[in-house]
């Protein structure tokens, strides 16, 4: 267990805490959440603050541990996949749950849930015939535009928002793109590997 995964493994974690709280029943029980009044129209939900900087240390790590692991050759197979399942539970269950809480369009988590089942499908398809599809840079773009995104959904697209331009579904839309894009790039890059007997 070297930095590098403990790092990954800190994702994981905060992850889990991001998930607790946004799905944690507040209102059922009778908790208000502290709201701050931007403007006449804006009303903000500190849950969503403190969910907005979860997201974004999370997010963070998912830069550092490859830096960590590429730089000091800690790469090893479990930081691998640990570090593809980290990623994984940490948008898409975002993804999801701003979905399901009408802060984002259910297509976007449809689509980028659909692509990674199938890029990981691929990917698993060839490791087993003994070969290897490393990451793409229009995969890491997209990753970059996603984390963004959903971290200024999470603030409420502020500051932007008073501005009236929406910067956040401009990133995630962008990053869903480029998630459709990658995703046909994967499958290009191992066809030629699926079609052998």
């Known amino acids: ?58 997010s963070l790590t998912d ?42 369009h259910p297509v976007i988590p449809v689509i980028i849930v659909g692509r990674d089942t199938a890029v990981d499908v691929i990917k698993m398809i060839i490791g087993n015939k003994g070969h290897a599809v490393g990451a793409i840079k229009t995969g890491k773009y997209k990753t970059a535009c996603m984390m963004v995104g959903v971290t200024l959904t999470l603030f409420y697209n502020l500051p932007f928002e008073l501005l009236n331009v929406n910067v956040a579904s401009i990133f995630i839309i962008i990053a869903t793109i480029l998630s459709v894009i990658s995703g046909f790039q994967y499958y290009n890059m191992g066809k030629v590997y699926l079609k052998e007997k």
């Open 1 to 58: 267990m070297n930095l590098a995964n403990k790092i990954t493994i800190s994702r994981i974690v905060l992850t889990l805490l991001l998930i607790a709280l946004l799905l944690f029943p507040f209102d059922e029980l009778g908790i208000s959440t502290y709201k701050l009044f931007v403007n006449e129209a804006l009303v903000v939900d500190i849950k969503y603050l403190i969910a907005g900087v979860l997201f974004l240390v999370a």
């Open 63 to 104: 830069f550092l541990d490859g830096h960590i692991a590429r730089k000091y050759k800690m790469v090893t197979d479990f930081g691998k996949m640990t570090d593809a399942i980290a990623d994984k539970l940490l948008v898409n269950s975002v993804l999801i749950i701003l979905a399901g809480q009408g802060m984002l």
